[in-house]
């Protein structure tokens, strides 16, 4: 699962997530370091914040938006592996707000329990987001290496981490109903 921060408002235009200049930057990063994109793999990207009228998130709203949609998604899809893209997304899967410079390329655990009381655990890697890596390309080496760290991680679990079919795939839809997020869980 990647959970990026908001859609920027091309994407809430287009209605389709990552398709912006840093979603096309996302895309070409991960084919490089050789997580293979398709049409039916078992990537999933979604948003920690669904909307963003304003155009700037503000914490307290996404950790408000995450409680409501984000923690539900990451429970119904129970991902192996989730990769947080920025500050915001970071904050909304870990609650931590601790600088993305000091947690990118570190893996979490993250332990939750579900409605019936059954504990799952998933890992968690924050990275820059693509927006920063744009804003200071200086930072565009140690982002691709994060995302191998994420990929050689994943992949080195055995089973059922050690599939090719695993990450070939983006599901990239903005969820614009609670109707569509349950066709889509």
Not at 80 to 105: D, F, R
Not at 115 to 134: C, D, Q, R, Y
């Amino acid at each position: 699962l990647i959970v990026g921060d908001g859609p920027s408002k091309q994407e809430s235009e287009h209605g389709r997530a990552f398709a912006d200049k840093r979603g096309r930057l996302l895309i070409e990063a991960l084919e490089e370091v050789g997580i293979p994109i398709g049409d039916d793999g078992e990537v999933f990207a979604t948003y920690a914040v669904k909307c963003c009228p304003s155009g700037k998130i503000k914490l307290k709203d996404a950790k408000t938006c995450a409680d409501t949609y984000l923690q539900k998604e990451i429970e119904l899809l129970r991902p192996e592996l989730v990769i947080t893209l920025g500050k915001v997304a970071q904050y909304c899967v870990l609650g931590s707000n601790t600088p993305i410079s000091k947690t990118h390329g570190k893996m979490f655990t993250l332990t939750r329990t579900d409605a019936v009381g059954n504990e799952w655990t998933t890992k968690v890697m924050p990275v820059e987001h693509p927006f920063s890596i744009l804003s200071t390309p200086a930072k565009m080496d140690p982002w691709l290496a994060d995302l191998r760290r994420a990929k050689v991680t994943f992949y080195s679990q055995g089973d059922p981490y050690w599939n090719p079919s695993k990450l070939d795939r983006f599901d990239f839809r903005i969820i614009g109903s609670i109707r569509q997020f349950k066709e889509v869980a």
